[in-house]
């Protein structure tokens, strides 16, 4: 009897299989595509507002604007499909000078099969970008002037070699990758964003990881962030449960880290200012041996090494060492604070 009943089992998975494999052969891509032309002189840029799907930006032909949109359903049939495609609705009008497009959903959308709305843009570089997209991709493989964007649960690449002037917004649950920007100003939220060249980069937020391979500027504040600079002229860090590690520094820094890390690799021989005030953060620098410099500050619960320790006055009392002093007669060098609660300082050649 158990055999009997073991068989029948093995029967009727099988044939639950087979008719879930037959229903997933017989799905087919269906869609809608709608197209709008514009002459870029009759619009400063492009507003889009769309979910579930991409938002693909490639450089446009001359003065022209155009908007390609193509809502696709993977269905049984073209019956199937219709039904979910009748309650997806392209907005379109103006807003504050810029072509605006919104994503729009029936108050009972539903559906049962996958479907995907892509936004095809094809953009002048004097035109401006505003664009909201939840659940999907967005690409900028054009020049642009500005852009200001909000993305959650998805990816943004930047794809052009050509600078972008200005960069503005959000992102959550995002990865994203920048080349060139000017100026870039982005809250951040369980995102990994790398950026190549930036002049001013301004980032705030939690729970993100941040590389910058070059910066002019960075200012960084945030809560459970993990940051990597290869190389900043001036760069200002406060941070909570912040993991920080900086190449090099060419001329100031400011930080304030709140448990977590701090290593600076090194510093610039133009470097006119450092001063660092950590608690429950471990500061590990390196200081080149041609650089000039003027240190002061204080440890408490924590170790102060230096590889030249005779060159300072250093005091300890109780569960507080102070030091102070100059590693060269020249009172013209860089000047260097260092407050640690909690942690020690390490400084090395």
């Not at 009897?1 to 639950?16: T, W």
């Not at 790398?194 to 705030?204: A, H, L, N, R």
């Not at 760069?235 to 290593?263: H, P, R, W, Y």
Request: hydrophobic share 35%; aromatic share 8%; charged share 25%.
């Amino acid at each position: 009897m158990r055999k009997i009943v073991i068989a029948v089992v093995l029967a009727l998975g099988a044939l639950i299989n087979q008719n879930t494999t037959g229903q997933e052969n017989n799905l087919n891509q269906y869609s809608d595509e709608k197209e709008w032309i514009f002459s870029s002189d009759e619009y400063d840029g492009v507003e889009i507002h769309n979910r579930h799907g991409d938002i693909i930006i490639s450089p446009g032909q001359g003065d022209t604007l155009a908007v390609n949109v193509i809502i696709g359903v993977e269905s049984d049939s073209r019956k199937s499909a219709d039904e979910v495609l009748e309650k997806i609705d392209i907005k379109n009008s103006q807003n504050e000078g810029r072509a605006y497009f919104r994503t729009s959903f029936s108050e009972d959308f539903y559906s049962n099969y996958a479907f995907e709305i892509t936004y095809e843009v094809l953009v002048p570089v004097k035109n401006t970008l505003k664009l909201d997209n939840q659940f999907g991709d967005i690409r900028i493989a054009s020049p642009t002037n500005s852009l200001d964007i909000a993305l959650k649960y998805g990816n943004l690449s930047h794809e052009s070699a050509v600078t972008i002037d200005t960069v503005r917004g959000s992102l959550s649950f995002a990865k994203a990758s920048l080349n060139n920007t000017k100026v870039c100003e982005l809250d951040l939220n369980n995102t990994d964003i790398e950026i190549q060249e930036v002049d001013k980069g301004i980032f705030s937020g939690k729970y993100y990881q941040l590389y910058i391979a070059n910066a002019g500027i960075a200012e960084i504040k945030g809560s459970t962030a993990r940051v990597n600079i290869s190389n900043t002229k001036k760069i200002n860090i406060d941070g909570d449960f912040c993991f920080a590690s900086v190449e090099k520094i060419q001329e100031t820094g400011q930080i304030e880290i709140t448990n977590g890390l701090l290593i600076i690799g090194g510093v610039g021989n133009r470097l006119k200012e450092l001063s660092i005030a950590n608690s429950n953060a471990p500061v590990n620098l390196t200081l080149p041996e041609s650089l000039t410099y003027n240190l002061h500050g204080e440890v408490s619960n924590g170790q102060f090494i230096h590889y030249n320790r005779k060159m300072f006055r250093i005091v300890s009392d109780h569960e507080k060492t102070s030091f102070s002093g100059s590693n060269s007669d020249d009172k013209e060098g860089a000047s260097i604070v260092l407050f640690n609660e909690n942690a020690g300082i390490n400084i090395k050649k």
